[in-house]
T-cell receptor, first 113, second 116 residues
Framework: GENVEQHPSTLSVQEGDSAVIKCTYS??????FPWYKQELGKRPQLIID?????GEKKDQRIAVTLNKTAKHFSLHITETQPEDSAVYFC????????????FGKGTKLSVKP | GAGVSQSPSNKVTEKGKDVELRCDPI?????LYWYRQSLGQGLEFLIY????????KSGLPSDRFSAERTGGSVSTLTIQRTQQEDSAVYLC??????????????FGPGTRLLVL
């Protein structure tokens, strides 16, 4: 079945450094790729998303890149801050499902001051 | 506007009892999803409702789990004869059926279930 692999499972960086989280997907019909941030004890919140007709999207310190040929997409956080510490989930739409997503297993990001 | 709401926020039950978890999606959202999140783990898909279509139940772990969505709005997830391994946070999400971001899922705060 469809699958989304996410790496690394944990990531520790110094404040101010960049963080990169990578995901690969298996369904070639996937065309929507959101990223969610989940702080401890809270609900997942959408932070950025990208569609298959775009290769890169930026929103302040956050960017996402998509390589459809290789079926992988990445989240880039620059100038990390302690409040970026959270678990980040990538997801990919399931082709033909009219809206369902398959999620990666998450990356726990720790930003050390 | 109001987001996705879930109740109860916490539920403690004894092994073997049945529990019902409720989800109120964002008004007008036609798609509704249930996920399970065990401690420190990812989002395990359980079930997906889209409009009047038959639900996608492919993620339900056993026949003890079932879900309903009445009137295309509120949903109830029922776990019968609960087991200790059912202890987890149960998250509900909804998404609209229009626009470019119809797949964007908006999550509720979750119900934390503890089976003793």
């Amino acid at each position: 079945g469809e699958n989304v692999e996410q790496h690394p499972s944990t990531l520790s960086v110094q404040e101010g450094d960049s963080a990169v989280i990578k995901c690969t997907y298996s369904d070639s019909a996937s065309n929507y790729f959101p990223w969610y941030k989940q702080e401890l004890g809270k609900r997942p919140q959408l932070i950025i998303d990208i569609r298959s007709n775009v290769g890169e999207k930026k929103d302040q310190r956050i960017a996402v890149t998509l390589n459809k040929t290789a079926k992988h997409f990445s989240l880039h956080i620059t100038e990390t801050q302690p409040e970026d510490s959270a678990v980040y989930f990538c997801a990919a739409s399931i082709g033909g499902s009219q809206g369902n997503l398959i999620f990666g297993k998450g990356t726990k990001l720790s930003v050390k001051p | 506007g109001a987001g996705v709401s879930q109740s109860p926020s916490n539920k403690v039950t004894e092994k073997g009892k049945d529990v019902e978890l409720r989800c109120d999606p964002i008004s007008g959202h036609t798609a509704l999803y249930w996920y399970r999140q065990s401690l420190g783990q990812g989002l395990e898909f359980l079930i997906y409702f889209q409009g009047n279509s038959a639900p996608d139940k492919s993620g339900l772990p056993s026949d003890r789990f079932s879900a309903e969505r009445t009137g295309g709005s509120v949903s109830t997830l029922t776990i019968q004869r609960t087991q200790q391994e059912d202890s987890a946070v149960y998250l509900c999400a909804s998404s609209p059926s229009w626009g470019r971001v119809r797949e964007t899922q908006y999550f509720g705060p979750g119900t934390r279930l503890l089976v003793l």
